[in-house]
């Protein structure tokens, strides 16, 4: 699939996949970001990506990032709508720092990865009762019932 991609500094790479079977490609930090001790703060990702309709650009932390910066992404996951797609509508990457020291994100990093998944949006059906008897309250999959 051909998804149109604009880098805001060409002198970054494009992002890419790091092997034949990865489903994620790394974001590349367009600029140094101090990100201030138990703060949040954007870091910028360097592209705008215009995503066909029906398709969405997931946003998460690179496994090492925590390890390596102790950044974390605050809500888990970025959702990217395939309309955010304006000249300037650069992808952006939360974190937040709950350490007691400032943590600098150098340009070049590569802060998070991408997952291009397809989309659908519901055509909700409101209902009196569901069909389906109960299973148990949240988190209970696997779980035994004695």
């Not at 890419?16 to 490609?25: D, N, Q």
């Not at 509508?89 to 720092?97: A, C, K, P």
């Not at 989309?119 to 009196?128: G, S």
Request: glycine share 10%.
């Amino acid at each position: 699939m051909k998804i149109k991609i604009k880098r805001l500094d060409s002198s970054l790479p494009l992002p890419r996949y790091e092997t034949g079977g990865s489903v994620g490609f790394d974001l590349v930090t367009r600029e140094d970001t101090v990100v201030a001790a138990n703060s949040f703060a954007l870091v910028p990702g360097n592209v705008v990506v215009q995503l066909p309709l029906g398709y969405a650009l997931l946003v998460a932390s690179r496994s090492s990032t925590p390890r390596r910066t102790g950044l974390v992404v605050p809500h888990g996951i970025g959702i990217v709508d395939s309309d955010y797609c304006g000249p300037e509508d650069e992808v952006m990457v939360q974190v937040w720092n709950p350490n007691a020291e400032v943590v600098i994100v150098k340009r070049g990093d590569r802060i998070a990865q991408g997952v291009i998944v397809n989309t659908v949006q519901a055509q909700w059906e409101e209902v009196d009762e569901m069909d389906a008897p109960s299973r148990g309250g949240f988190g209970s999959t696997g779980q035994s019932s004695g």
